[in-house]
């Protein structure tokens, strides 16, 4: 099975800052990456697939790169409504492994 | 507005049986892959299952492998997941979500699993 790792596994930023997680998959994905977003006591929210496709509906502030093992998330300017904690997940074969999570919150 | 609504989870003894439903308006689920995905308390996301579009196809997490069955019944908009042999660590959320082959762009609001004596 592939295994994903996730640095940091929390960040405290500020407002307008640029935010970058990153994640490291144990094997050769191809771009088949997802990045999710959950608040606390809610369901995950689809921000990035293919590693670097945004999800309609999402803010441009949210980025995505990377393909094979590294993949990078971004938000380029964290604002108050971002402090979440965000996945990546794999889909290149059965099973889809998630992250860790790294959880972001405002300094 | 699109809806997946999940029932069925509740409070069951080790080595028990549950049956979760996912039930789908506003989307036709025959159109989608389908994924159930746990979150235990306090815990991150763990994906669970998947099935594709026609139901031809499913695929397990081993933890669940062999305890676990993906369903779907297209007329009635609704998929399913059939636990047995079931184990204090499988108490969780879970979610049922819809989208392509790996990527889920609906999500339920979960249904709380919890295994106890």
């Known amino acids: 099975d592939i295994q994903m790792t996730q640095t940091p596994s929390s960040l405290s930023a500020s407002v307008g800052d640029r935010v970058t997680i990153t994640c490291q998959a144990s094997?050769?994905?191809?771009?088949?990456l997802n990045w999710y977003q959950q608040k606390p006591g809610k369901a995950p929210k689809l921000l990035i697939y293919d590693a670097s496709s945004l999800e309609t509906g999402v803010p441009s502030r949210f980025s995505g790169s990377g393909s094979g093992t590294g993949f990078t998330f971004t938000v380029s300017s964290l604002q108050p409504e971002d402090i979440a904690t965000y996945y990546c997940q794999h889909y290149d074969n059965v099973p889809f492994t998630f992250g860790p999570g790294t959880k972001v919150d405002i300094k | 507005e699109v809806q997946l609504v999940e029932s069925g989870g509740g409070l069951v003894q080790p080595g028990g049986s549950l049956r979760l439903s996912c039930a789908a308006s506003?989307?036709?689920?025959?159109?989608?892959?389908m994924h159930w995905v746990r979150q235990a308390p306090g815990k991150g996301l763990v994906w669970v299952s998947r099935?594709?579009?026609?139901?031809?196809?499913?695929g397990y997490a081993d933890s669940v492998k062999g305890r676990f069955t993906i369903s779907r019944d297209d007329a009635k908009n609704t998929l399913y997941l059939q636990m047995s042999s079931l184990r204090a660590d499988d108490t969780a959320v879970y979610y049922c979500?819809?989208?392509?082959?790996?990527?889920?762009?609906?999500w339920g609001q979960g249904t709380l699993v919890t295994v106890s004596s």
């Open positions: 506003g989307i036709s689920l025959s159109n989608y892959w």
């Open positions: 099935i594709n579009s026609d139901g031809s196809d499913t």
């Open positions: 979500s819809s989208g392509s082959y790996g990527s889920a762009g609906y």
């Open positions: 094997q050769h994905i191809s771009s088949h």
